[in-house]
């Protein structure tokens, strides 16, 4: 049962439009100009663009945040897949507000969390002082995030030798190998699904397995499971 008292009526409106339409609205990552601008104009326009996309997909990830509440697996799936385009679109990444907005509304082994890790994480090979201040910022902020980036960091080597191999070059920022390029990943590689059925067709190949040592395993939620040895 779901109280309509509990929920932000524009978030709820948008699920109830995803219920009936199946569409989500994009955030705005673009401006068009009839003609030219000062250079003042300019940076006028870019800095309201900013603020719609901050706005648009603070109110994503409470929709996400709705779904998880609410175990809607598709709504889930496209959210997340809306709002990795956004910030693919636009070229940016999770700014510490909106990681700490995330770890507080989500629980461990959200797609959202692992999402938030995995965008920043990645471009940190662009040597960017403000985005490493950013990082150290959330960990401090935010109690889960250093584990849980630590643990990604632990399991997805492959993807920094992807992103090495492939290229980014970061004057065409949707070019290139990048955890938000949904074309250069797995279609599901951030999705929720409860039967493999409802993944995209050879979804089991996608999955690339990381090395292990020996020692005690945790489970999505950071459970530490022990492992059984059998002489």
């Not at 006028?44 to 998880?68: I, M, P, Q, S, W």
């Not at 799936?77 to 679109?89: K, L, M, R, S, V």
């Not at 990381?210 to 022990?226: I, M």
Request: aromatic share 10%.
């Amino acid at each position: 049962m779901i109280l309509l008292k509990d929920e932000d009526a524009e978030i709820f409106k948008m699920f109830y439009d995803w219920l009936y339409t199946g569409n989500i609205p994009k955030a705005p990552t673009t401006f068009r100009l009839s003609k030219a601008v000062s250079e003042a104009e300019m940076e006028r326009h870019e800095t309201e663009l900013l603020g719609r996309f901050d706005a648009h997909v603070r109110k994503l990830c409470k929709l996400y945040c709705l779904g998880e509440r609410y175990e809607t697996e598709h709504l889930l799936n496209n959210t997340i897949d809306t709002i990795q385009d956004a910030f693919h679109e636009y070229g940016t990444v999770f700014g510490p507000g909106l990681i700490l907005f995330v770890f507080e509304k989500t629980q461990k082994g959200s797609k959202l969390r692992e999402l938030c890790i995995a965008a920043n994480v990645i471009h940190i090979d662009r040597g960017c002082g403000q985005l490493r201040e950013e990082l150290m910022m959330a960990a401090k902020l935010t109690e889960d995030f250093l584990p849980e980036m630590m643990k990604w960091i632990s399991r997805n080597f492959v993807m920094f030798g992807r992103r090495q191999a492939e290229g980014f070059n970061p004057t065409k920022p949707t070019q290139g190998f990048s955890m938000l390029n949904r074309k250069k990943l797995c279609p599901c590689h951030f999705h929720k699904h409860t039967s493999s059925k409802d993944a995209h067709k050879g979804h089991n190949k996608c999955a690339v397995p990381y090395n292990k040592c020996g020692h005690s395993e945790e489970d999505d939620e950071g459970k530490v499971a022990v492992p059984i040895w059998i002489p």
